[in-house]
């Protein structure tokens, strides 16, 4: 048999398991060619995975598109974007077909990131996919996620459900919505924080030694939240531990150390614009210095009533949805010139001999297709190069494929962010085509 020499690839581990003998090997020739393989993947850049949103869907008319490449053509809702309509790829037919189980704008956002059954009763959906990679391969970077909204969450009951699925998509657990960071300086301040030290370490450890007297003084159900509760507090002591850690040597290093911007101001910026804008550059930031490399970002709730004065517009948001005016392009076309912000300064930012942009899988998403309550299927797209895996300019179409489940997407997502899993929640198999 003729074997090629750099396909002959063994660990010490296992030579050691072959001869069953405790002993140390020296480095042999066939070890070489997986130790160089490793070292040069480990100097190549991350790939990051980021979620954008927009509640209520877009105008029923207006979001499409259809051809490919170059002479793509995109509906008057995705113009922001015809500058990289090469590298989108616009997807239709997915859905979450637990969305579809009560019309109500919060019951078809709350597991936008999950496809996990909603409760009615109580605060119950699944942890989303963003969180499973922040919990499972999160501790290569300082911040196991980062998650920013520019609206703040909306408590309360519509019709006796709850309205907080429709303020949040990303989940740490089932019963608890991550922290979603709406003012700009906070987010900066997750980033760029520096004074971690001695009393945050003291914290911590005192509330985990409190934790565990007190876990063993709670009944069952009691005791399943609290553990939710502590596994936040475990993510703490993570980040603390990881603070200040160095790279190894011949490791990738980000482009950028520290912030090229001064914070922003407390508070949250009179002017909706550069509020989104500020929001967009902390996110750019977090990639920029590897701070983290799972994000999410919700510039709207669902049954949003922002009204978008800059805009010209009058009616606030949740009314346009219904309605569908015209008007509803343009506040549409400001939703998707946020991503094109997002392309344009990604691009030009070099990473070896690619981009920021090339080394990131974006998708955005919106919890219906109009704001009328469909949900049989959702406007997606693609975004970036997923480092290599994606290829833009493409319509692909998915709403009579027996595979259409947006968990079958986030599958494919969490490949390309370094995490294979053989299930997630509806879906045992990857989206094809993608």
């Known amino acids: 048999m003729n074997i090629q020499r750099n396909q002959w690839l063994i660990s010490r581990r296992h030579a050691l398991r072959g001869i069953g003998a405790m002993l140390t090997l020296p480095l042999l020739d066939c070890m070489k060619p997986a130790r160089a393989a490793a070292a040069s993947t480990a100097s190549l850049p991350p790939t990051r995975t980021l979620v954008t949103f927009t509640g209520m869907g877009f105008h029923s008319k207006h979001w499409w598109a259809k051809g490919e490449g170059a002479a793509m053509e995109l509906g008057p809702c995705l113009k922001p974007l015809e500058p990289w309509k090469e590298r989108m790829v616009f997807l239709r037919g997915l859905w979450n077909e637990q969305a579809n189980k ?7 956002t709350g597991n936008m990131l999950s496809g996990a059954p909603l409760a009615t009763s109580e605060v119950r959906t699944g942890v989303s996919f963003d969180q499973v990679m922040a919990q499972r391969i999160g501790d290569r970077t300082e911040l196991p996620s980062l998650v920013l909204g520019c609206e703040e969450a909306t408590p309360g009951l519509q019709d006796g459900l709850p309205l907080l ?22 987010a900066f301040d997750q980033l760029f924080r520096t004074e971690r030290g001695r009393d945050d370490r003291r914290v911590v450890d005192a509330v985990l030694d409190d934790a565990k007297l007190l876990q063993q003084k709670l009944g069952s159900a009691d005791r399943q939240r609290f553990e939710e509760y502590l596994s936040s507090v475990n993510e703490i002591e993570g980040r603390l531990k990881r603070a200040g850690k160095e790279r190894a040597a011949g490791e990738w290093k980000p482009t950028l150390s520290t912030p090229d911007r001064p914070r922003p101001a407390d508070g949250i910026p009179a002017d909706l614009p550069e509020y989104w804008k500020l929001m967009n550059d902390v996110l750019l930031l977090a990639f920029r210095t590897d701070s983290t490399r799972i994000a999410t970002l919700k510039y709207c709730n669902d049954a949003s009533n922002i009204v978008y004065s800059h805009l010209g517009i009058r009616d606030h948001h949740h009314y346009l949805a219904h309605a569908q005016p015209e008007s509803l392009i343009m506040l549409n076309q400001f939703f998707t010139s946020q991503l094109a912000y997002l392309c344009q300064r990604m691009n030009e930012i070099k990473e070896g001999d690619n981009t920021l942009l090339d080394n990131t899988a974006i998708m955005h998403c919106s919890s219906m297709l109009h704001g009328n309550h469909d949900a049989g299927q959702l406007p997606v797209v693609l975004l970036g190069g997923a480092g290599g895996n994606l290829r833009g300019g493409r319509v692909l179409d998915y709403l009579d494929k027996p595979n259409r489940r947006m968990c079958s997407l986030f599958l494919r997502l969490m490949d390309w962010g370094g995490l294979k899993l ?10 094809p085509g993608v």
């Open 165 to 186: 699925y429709g303020s949040h998509i990303s989940w740490s657990s089932a019963v608890s919505p991550t922290w979603t960071e709406t003012r700009p300086a906070l």
């Open 102 to 108: 009560h019309g109500i704008h919060c019951m078809q």
């Open 422 to 431: 053989d299930r997630f929640n509806d879906s045992t198999e990857r989206l």
